[in-house]
């Protein structure tokens, strides 16, 4: 089975501070994406990458940015965290004629 | 642009009742239609997909979808729902670049024991 892997579950950082979250899958996945889940909102996508180094905004990319420098790993960067980036964000890979597979989330709070 | 609409955001059965969770799109051409599944505190999982070929598409755990063309729907349903049902789910229909999906804002499902 494909997986995604994102390496924090929960995460709470202060208002300002920089962050980092790490998303990682093992199926050699061109195509990686991410999003944020807010309750009645569904799911909104931040940025996708269809190659290493290539990136594309999504429907919400203000405040975010993104780096995929090798093919398995895609980080979304919060480069001065606010308390409207709370949200739940979800990680995605998928290849042609498959469906996504996610990551479990993490839950971000901004303090 | 492309759309998906949910019709409803919050259903309510109970244990044994039909279902059917209704899903349409607004783009013209070839599309490739998902769903997927949230249970209470897990991750996104594929239900079910269309791509091609019969339109009546079976997924998992008993849930089956019918690609309406000439409606633009892609409606999910299923004969007997269970408490172990209850999720949120989500319709979503693919770009034509990049697999982006665009998706539905999910219908949150509640069944009464």
């Known amino acids: 089975d494909v997986k995604v892997t994102q390496s924090s579950r929960y995460l709470v950082k202060r208002t300002g501070e920089k962050v980092f979250l790490e998303c990682v899958q093992d199926m050699d996945h061109e195509n990686m994406f991410w999003y944020r889940q807010d309750p009645g909102l569904g799911l909104r996508l931040i940025y996708f990458s269809y190659d290493v180094k290539m990136k594309e905004k999504g429907d919400i990319p203000e405040g975010y940015s993104v780096s995929r420098e090798k093919k398995e790993r895609f980080s979304l960067i919060l480069e001065s965290a606010s308390t409207n980036q709370t949200s739940m964000y979800l990680c995605?890979?998928?290849?042609?004629?498959?469906?996504?597979?996610f990551g479990s989330g993490t839950r971000l709070t901004v303090v | 642009a492309q759309s998906v609409s949910q019709h409803n955001h919050h259903v309510i059965l109970s244990e044994a009742a039909s279902l059917e969770l209704g899903c349409n799109y607004s783009?013209?051409?070839?599309?490739?239609l998902f769903w997927y599944v949230q249970y209470p505190g897990q991750h996104l999982q594929l239900l079910l997909k269309?791509?091609?070929?019969d339109p009546l598409v079976k997924g998992i755990k008993g849930f089956e979808a019918e690609f309406i063309k000439s409606k633009f729907s892609f409606n999910l349903r299923k004969p007997s729902v269970q408490w172990s049902d209850t999720a949120e789910y989500f319709c979503?229909?693919?770009?034509?670049?990049?697999?982006?999906?665009?998706w539905g804002a999910g219908t949150k499902l509640i069944i009464k024991p």
């Open positions: 783009y013209g051409g070839t599309v490739n």
């Open positions: 269309y791509f091609s070929g």
């Open positions: 995605a890979s998928t290849q042609p004629s498959y469906g996504y597979t």
């Open positions: 979503a229909v693919n770009a034509l670049r990049n697999y982006q999906l665009i």
